[in-house]
């Protein structure tokens, strides 16, 4: 049956405030809203998750932030304003003015890269080694991991291959994807070379690569030094490593729903300085990270 959102009830919302509570975990903090509940601010999108799991046992909540998922909040009688003193609004102004009189210089090249290699690595090929080696991954892998990835890709094409195809698979949650493949290639690699000392290089970061050269309109690139300030920033906790992508991945949905998709002036600015030769970037995942990075 389809899920109904208009049927999660204040009911419903009270519960998953008591289990918040109850179980003291680290929300995703909201980006730009906080909806207070018994004079506490809750981040609306994670209020609605834990609301909906009473309501059907899932804690998938498909609105975007802001506006789609504040009005249920509203119709039931909470009150949602607007965060004082949210740094993310005066790091959009900072890059506002940095891409206005420097352009995006050094940074247009991944767009660039995303539009010629969009939807690779492509699996329904049977050498994984050369789709690897035809791909410019530029700086976005660390060229040791590169390394890494090549010679797992050359002595263990097959499974290496097969790892991708779990990796790319929207069946599955992200964070399972990103466990297996870990996890997996940490197995493949220790067959090819045993001592631990060697890291196999599949991390967060490579992982992300992979995922966005696939599909940049879902994901995007990740560098664990960026995403440490980020959660400092916003006054959360960094998640322990393996989790972390999906984490900021929330982030980054968050940041695009209330700073990106709304903003006008900046889009009109990244509209003028991307060229034709340069990935659409509709969903705005690539913006976001360059916000970020930059």
């Not at 804690?59 to 789609?68: A, L, N, S, T």
Request: hydrophobic share 35%.
């Amino acid at each position: 049956m389809a899920f109904k959102p208009s049927e999660i009830t204040r009911e419903h919302v009270l519960k998953g405030i008591a289990i918040i509570k109850e179980s003291n975990e680290q929300l995703t903090g909201g980006t730009k809203w906080e909806v207070i509940i018994d004079g506490k601010g809750y981040p609306p999108k994670e209020v609605m998750r834990f609301a909906r799991e009473q309501y059907d046992g899932s804690k998938e909540w498909p609105r975007g932030g802001g506006w789609p998922t504040n009005e249920f909040l509203e119709k039931m009688g909470f009150e949602v304003r607007e965060i004082k003193d949210n740094p993310l609004s005066n790091l959009v102004k900072k890059y506002i003015k940095h891409i206005s009189s420097g352009g995006l210089n050094n940074e247009i090249y991944k767009w660039r890269l995303l539009k010629q290699f969009q939807g690779r690595p492509d699996t329904n090929i049977t050498n994984i080694l050369e789709e690897i080696k035809a791909i410019n991954f530029a700086n976005l892998i660390y060229p040791i991991g590169l390394g890494v990835v090549k010679h797992i890709a050359e002595e263990r094409s097959e499974a290496y291959l097969n790892c991708f195809k779990i990796l790319f698979d929207e069946s599955k949650e992200l964070q399972e994807r990103i466990t297996y493949f870990n996890t997996k290639t940490l197995n493949i690699y220790r067959e090819i070379v045993p001592e631990e000392r060697f890291s196999h290089h599949q991390d967060e970061r490579t992982m992300s690569t992979f995922l966005t050269f696939h599909n940049p309109l879902k994901y995007t690139f990740y560098k664990d030094s960026f995403y440490k300030k980020l959660v400092a920033l916003l006054g959360l906790n960094a998640k322990k490593p393996g989790f972390k992508y999906v984490h900021y991945l929330e982030i980054v949905n968050d940041f695009i729903d209330d700073y990106i998709k709304p903003n006008s002036e900046l889009l009109n600015i990244i509209n003028s300085l991307l060229t034709p030769d340069c990935f659409d970037d509709s969903e705005h995942m690539i913006l976001a990270q360059d916000i970020f990075y930059q």
